[in-house]
């Protein structure tokens, strides 16, 4: 399936979306990919929101977007790559079976998969500012990154298990 169809089938069921990656067999290059990814839509998302500071504080734009490039695209797939571990680590503690791949996997699929509301959210604080509707957009995108990534990581650390609850066909 293409990446868009993959997005919008995993907002229909994550651990189905998962399965099918995970079916491909591990390769490094495809979760690499899905994190700069995912970086790259936080970096876009974060555009009219620092475009927006730019203007009402008259500052430069230029430095603002490449702070945030620096970030985005050189220390967050660290980051990401850490928490990763560590998802798998504690994981391991409650008995998955599953690899780091998996939980890499895991982790960098749901933020790719729930960047359309990142980018939503990107908008709203570029346009509307800081206020409710932000803080809802925000908590909105976060409840279902962490839908995603449950569910995924859920998939990648307990395969059996998954496998004990579908229905016979």
């Known amino acids: 399936m293409s990446l868009s169809r993959e997005i919008v089938a995993t907002y229909r069921g994550p651990g189905a979306v998962m399965r099918r990656l995970l079916s491909q067999g591990p390769r490094e290059d495809r979760a690499l ?3 700069m990814a995912a970086c790259a839509m936080f970096f876009v998302a974060q555009m009219p929101a ?3 500071q730019a203007h009402l504080e008259g500052t430069e734009l230029n430095p603002l977007m490449g702070a945030s490039l620096l970030a985005c695209m050189v220390i967050l797939p660290l980051a990401l790559y850490v928490l990763a571990a560590l998802s798998h680590l504690v994981a391991k503690l409650f008995r998955g ?3 780091g791949y ?3 996997l895991a982790l960098f699929w749901a933020l790719v998969a729930a960047s359309p ?3 939503l959210n990107g908008l709203v604080a570029g346009f509307v500012g800081q206020g409710v509707q932000l803080s809802l957009v925000g908590l909105l995108w976060f409840l279902v990154f962490l839908w995603f ?4 990581l859920r998939v990648a650390e307990w395969p059996a298990d998954q ?3 579908r229905p016979a066909t």
């Open 50 to 52: 620092l475009a927006r």
């Open 97 to 99: 079976r599953g690899t």
């Open 117 to 119: 509301l990142l980018l």
């Open 149 to 152: 990534w449950v569910s995924s």
């Open 102 to 104: 998996g939980a890499r």
């Open 163 to 165: 496998m004990a609850e």
């Open 33 to 35: 990919m899905f994190v």
